[in-house]
């Protein structure tokens, strides 16, 4: 099994940056793809930003520019860099990891973590 914890939420005036971090622990498991995800109150979950192996990167259009999604391998965590917040990106935000383990692929997730931008 695979378990992964985020850090790094809270309340943050208009404007201002955060970052998150996730890190995956268990044994035997390799890690393909890592992303993150958000869900506001009464919004369906959006993807925000995705990195794979090949620090290939994706992002929602609402973030590019302002976001910046990183991993290191060695740690076994991706971050999310969040700059000039912005009150509409206020949500739960959640990691995924495309893991491997004893040949089968599985989607993990982690707990989520409140982001706040409001004055």
């Known amino acids: 099994q695979v378990q992964l914890v985020e850090s790094g939420g809270g309340l943050v005036q208009p404007g201002g940056s955060l970052r998150l971090s996730c890190a995956a622990s268990?044994?035997?498991?390799?890690?393909?793809?890592m992303a993150w995800y958000r869900q506001a109150p009464g919004k369906q979950r959006e993807l925000v930003a995705v990195?794979?192996?090949?620090?290939?990167?994706n992002y929602a259009d609402s973030v590019k520019g302002r976001f910046t999604i990183s991993r290191d391998n060695a740690k076994n965590t991706v971050y999310l860099q969040m700059n000039s917040l912005k009150p509409e990106d206020t949500a739960v935000y959640y990691c995924q990891m495309r893991v491997r383990v004893a040949g089968q692929w599985d989607d993990y997730w982690g707990q989520g973590t409140q982001v706040t931008a409001s004055s």
């Open positions: 990195i794979t192996t090949g620090d290939n990167t």
């Open positions: 268990g044994s035997m498991f390799v890690i393909f793809s």
